[in-house]
């Protein structure tokens, strides 16, 4: 009986082998290694970026603060004065946060003995009890250039004395005055330290979206400039499949000479074959005629010399035949592969088989997937397969099953089945040696499998022998499968 080819099952036909576009991003990906450079650089760039921002505005605001700082005691210096008695008066001022308690923002008028030490003369209601002071090296610096304004930050009454300040300080000499005066403003930095930190993380947030979007657009910009050559690497892959013969896609200026380079190769490979193949061809019509004349001469002598010469010669045409085989497998497995429908010669194999063992009844039951290609040259997988369905029809009962599915990506397994005896442990691995025959009332040479295993270890496959359920010798072959 001949079974059709089965339909391919949705989960087997979606078993690729890595001939897909979507980049890699491994530790060795080009695409991995452009981004992550961008990457870095973009961090690097948008972080001294942030910092940067964040200084000129905390200058910018800390410019302002002072400018109203020094504006006030330039004010309490133009309005000062000093009464008959040399007492200092304090001008009139508007700021209503200056008359509350602690509010923040505080003035002084104090003169500066020679003792060191500032004696306050009129200060802000803000300030209560409390007074300004100024650092040693500040006073050192105003006494250094009088007239000009110092700038300085210290703590306040507030908050337990721990209210930041922002002060500026004028010293100035005043008619009618022995001492010089020191004018002082002052007022709470907080909510300047309040919006350098908002202003901080709101910039940061702004270049962490700006970060995520450059970073996303250098990987769009590096997959889609690289596309030409993900599309290089399916048609690379496709050659190999055996789709293909050449490369014939249009690639970027950069890509051009490597595709060219790629084909010259393909060619090259392909030139090299077609030589093995002439010299295999030649060198076995070359050892073919001298091995018949010898046989025909032996077989027209009946002595016993004629008897050992036919049976050497013989097996030195089996010999021949046999590595001129496998030579011609190995030259083809290093070509650009080419497909052979598995359903079309096993259909041919099963036909044939049954027609010659047709007296003794064999049935030949063959299912393969539709589409199931073997990726290597029709003859050598009509010779692998032929020798298995041939061993197996030659000591079956009645019954051979063969099976070809895909297996893993890239391989497809054929196996072949038999309800004969079988063979033990040991028998399989003898009968893998060329030449050995565990019948020897059996016509052959003995080459059968020992040629299918050569065969696939050529094309990189394996051959593996056990027990079937049918009762006989169950074969599995592994052998590289072409792509769809």
């Given at each position: 009986m001949l079974n059709k080819p089965l339909a391919a099952s949705s989960s087997r036909s979606s078993d690729r082998q890595g001939t897909g576009a979507r980049p890699d991003f491994g530790r060795r990906s080009l695409v991995g290694r452009l981004v992550a450079l961008a990457a870095v650089w973009s961090i690097l760039l948008l972080v001294g970026m942030g910092v940067a921002l964040t200084l000129l505005f905390d200058h910018a605001a800390l410019s302002r603060f002072d400018t109203d700082l020094a504006d006030l005691a330039n004010g309490l210096y133009a309005g000062a004065g000093v009464e008959a008695d040399g007492?200092?008066?304090?001008?009139?001022?508007?700021?209503?946060?200056?008359?509350?308690?602690?509010?923040?923002?505080?003035?002084?008028?104090?003169?500066?003995?020679?003792?060191?030490?500032?004696?306050?003369?009129?200060?802000?209601?803000?300030?209560?009890?409390?007074?300004?002071?100024?650092?040693?090296?500040?006073?050192?610096?105003?006494?250094?250039?009088?007239?000009?304004?110092?700038?300085?930050?210290?703590?306040?009454?507030?908050?337990?004395?721990?209210?930041?300040?922002?002060?500026?300080?004028?010293?100035?000499?005043?008619?009618?005055?022995?001492?010089?005066?020191?004018?002082?403003?002052?007022?709470?930095?907080?909510?300047?330290?309040?919006?350098?930190?908002?202003?901080?993380?709101?910039?940061?947030?702004?270049?962490?979206?700006?970060?995520?979007?450059?970073?996303?657009?250098?990987?769009?910009?590096?997959?889609?400039?690289?596309?030409?050559?993900?599309?290089?690497?399916?048609?690379?892959?496709?050659?190999?499949?055996?789709?293909?013969?050449?490369?014939?896609?249009?690639?970027?200026r950069e890509l051009a000479p490597l595709a060219s380079e790629l084909n010259a190769l393909l060619d090259h490979n392909q030139e090299v074959v077609e030589r093995q193949r002439t010299h295999v061809g030649n060198l076995a019509h070359a050892l073919k005629t001298p091995i018949s004349v010898m046989l025909a001469e032996a077989d027209r002598d009946p002595s016993p010399l004629a008897a050992v010469v036919d049976r050497q010669a013989e097996t030195m045409r089996r010999q021949v035949e046999h590595h001129l085989r496998r030579a011609r497998a190995a030259a083809r497995s290093q070509g650009s592969g080419e497909r052979t429908p598995v359903a079309e010669v096993l259909d041919e194999l099963a036909r044939t088989l049954q027609r010659i063992f047709q007296a003794r009844g064999v049935d030949v039951d063959w299912e393969a997937e539709e589409g199931l290609a073997f990726l290597g040259e029709r003859q050598d997988l009509q010779e692998i397969a032929g020798n298995l369905l041939e061993n197996a029809c030659r000591f079956c009962r009645g019954r051979v099953r063969v099976n070809a599915e895909p297996a893993a990506p890239g391989r497809l397994q054929l196996t072949v089945e038999d309800d004969g005896p079988g063979l033990d442990e040991a028998q399989s691995a003898e009968v893998l040696k060329r030449g050995a025959r565990l019948d020897e009332s059996a016509p052959g040479s003995g080459l059968g499998l020992s040629i299918v295993d050569e065969l696939a270890r050529a094309y990189g496959g394996s051959l593996t022998l056990s027990r079937s359920s049918l009762g006989g010798l169950r074969v599995d072959l592994d052998l590289p499968r072409a792509e769809a």
């Open positions: 007492a200092v008066t304090a001008p009139s001022l508007t700021d209503e946060r200056a008359t509350r308690a602690y509010s923040g923002k505080y003035w002084q008028i104090a003169d500066y003995p020679a003792d060191g030490r500032l004696h306050a003369l009129a200060r802000s209601r803000s300030l209560w009890d409390q007074v300004l002071n100024a650092p040693h090296k500040v006073m050192v610096q105003l006494q250094a250039a009088p007239g000009t304004t110092a700038y300085y930050n210290t703590v306040g009454p507030a908050q337990d004395g721990h209210e930041p300040l922002r002060a500026a300080a004028l010293l100035a000499f005043l008619p009618g005055h022995a001492a010089p005066v020191v004018f002082m403003a002052a007022e709470n930095r907080a909510p300047l330290n309040r919006d350098v930190r908002r202003f901080a993380w709101t910039t940061a947030a702004a270049l962490v979206l700006l970060g995520v979007g450059l970073v996303g657009a250098v990987v769009v910009q590096v997959v889609v400039g690289l596309t030409p050559l993900f599309a290089m690497r399916r048609e690379v892959a496709g050659v190999r499949q055996g789709k293909a013969q050449r490369l014939a896609g249009a690639y970027p």
